[in-house]
């Protein structure tokens, strides 16, 4: 952007110059509109990469829902006591931003993405296995049908899945109460949310409240999730 450009700017149509609050308020919203939303997105995509280009995979470990902040301390605790930290990197419990109203004011709050797990950033060996798998809390690797077998990591679509997933600390827009088109046992597409483009099978319709209980696929495991009926698709 030339400095003629900027000067030309601050100046009416009659050649006068404004004010140089309203010059400067001219020049800044311009910089706004046309660079916010590509910050944004530079942003968003370098975030992504940052969490492939460190060691080690992503694996998921199961605990009991509701405890996941305490089987992270638990887990942490253990790492550090047992000189871990060169194989086992990162505990993570996904989380989003909600929107709640308490007492008639909006707020934006942390809300788990994935109730019951954590994920887990390692080098996956006999001892990282051995630390992870004994702490106080975690019931299990996912992924780990077998005895002896080794957990299976997440695939990239997962990790960006359920890493990326921050809210837009936006309350949903209000729209038109869906009718009922689903039946117990019907398979649908998600549409939106942290688990959009995954499909499942429904498995319990509350008409009251419009929602699903949809049984996807997550994790290499069938898990209950819980949406509304705007939320999915047939297939």
Known sequence: MSDNFLLNMGKSSEG??????????????????????ADSDVDDEAEVESIFSKPGQWYVVHSQSGYEKKVELNLKSRISSMQMEHRIYEVVIPMEDAVEFKKGQKQIVQRKVFPGYL?????????????????????????????????????????????SAKGDGKAAPKRKSPKLEHEVGESVRVKEGPFADFTGVIDDINVDHMKLKVLVNIFGRETIVEMDFSQVAKL
């Open 16 to 37: 006068d110059v404004l004010d140089d609050a309203v010059a400067t308020e001219v020049v800044d919203a311009s910089f706004d509109l046309t660079t916010s939303e």
């Open 119 to 163: 994920l887990v950033r390692c080098e996956m060996d006999d001892e990282s296995w051995f630390c992870i798998r004994n702490t106080p809390g975690i019931t299990g690797f996912v992924g780990q049908s077998h005895k002896g077998q080794k957990p299976t990591p997440l695939s990239r679509r997962e990790v960006e899945t359920f890493l």
